[in-house]
T-cell receptor, first 109, second 112 residues
Framework: TQLLEQSPQFLSIQEGENLTVYCNSS?????LQWYRQEPGEGPVLLVT?????EVKKLKRLTFQFGDARKDSSLHITAAQPGDTGLYLC?????????FGTGTSLTVIP | GAVVSQHPSWVICKSGTSVKIECRSL??????MFWYRQFPKQSLMLMAT?????????EQGVEKDKFLINHASLTLSTLTVTSAHPEDSSFYIC????????FGPGTRLLVL
């Protein structure tokens, strides 16, 4: 059982469509982070959410932290081919830092 | 910002040999480093937590005798894959927590 479960695992959409990625856990996190990773490279931090219920926006990306700080979501508006990549949520319930199961997004031109 | 380097960036080796991967914090000290393994189209799986001056903490299911971790200084942690086999072929990446996580560029290992 993974500490952080993401859904969907794979997502293929047309350019211009909207999408939402979910990150769920049974554990409470003081903060959660979202990363985007390109093949063969390290993950790049997109955002950190800290407060329960918090909503952060990064251009066309909207991140939300659940009220109970056990889950988070990433919403992309009007997806573009450049959004293609592996999206990962991550957090540290204790001293270790864990990644979610990942969502591989493909945006078709 | 903080920089973490890894060496080598890629390595090809024969089955049965051992491979050492270095993770260095270039402009800061790291008492803790994390080692991850990633298979194609999958997420990063935490293998172990490297602790400077003490034994590493391994995640469940990770063989500590196969994946040797040494954190001998505040700027260097090494991961040695002993008696590597083709199933060990993967992308290995380290990170160091300094307020946030700083990741190395990763090491791609191919075992023939």
């Amino acid at each position: 059982t993974q500490l952080l479960e993401q859904s969907p695992q794979f997502l293929s959409i047309q350019e211009g469509e909207n999408l939402t990625v979910y990150c769920n856990s049974s554990s409470v996190f003081s903060s959660l982070q979202w990363y985007r990773q390109e093949p063969g490279e390290g993950p790049v931090l997109l955002v950190t959410v800290v407060t329960g219920g918090e909503v952060k926006k990064l251009k066309r990306l909207t991140f939300q932290f659940g009220d109970a700080r056990k889950d988070s979501s990433l919403h992309i508006t009007a997806a573009q081919p450049g959004d293609t990549g592996l999206y990962l949520c991550a957090g540290a319930p204790g001293n270790q830092f864990y990644f979610g199961t990942g969502t591989s997004l493909t945006v078709i031109p | 910002g903080a920089v973490v380097s890894q060496h080598p960036s890629w390595v090809i080796c024969k089955s049965g040999t051992s491979v050492k991967i270095e993770c260095r914090s270039l402009d800061f000290q790291a008492t803790t480093m994390f080692w991850y393994r990633q298979f194609p189209k999958q997420s990063l799986m935490l293998m172990a937590t490297s602790n400077e001056g003490s034994k590493a903490t391994y995640e469940q299911g990770v063989e500590k005798d196969k994946f040797l971790i040494n954190h001998a200084s505040l700027t260097l942690s090494t991961l040695t894959v002993t008696s590597a086999h083709p199933e060990d072929s993967s992308f290995y990446i380290c990170s160091a927590p300094v307020e946030t996580q700083y990741f190395g560029p990763g090491t791609r290992l191919l075992v023939l």
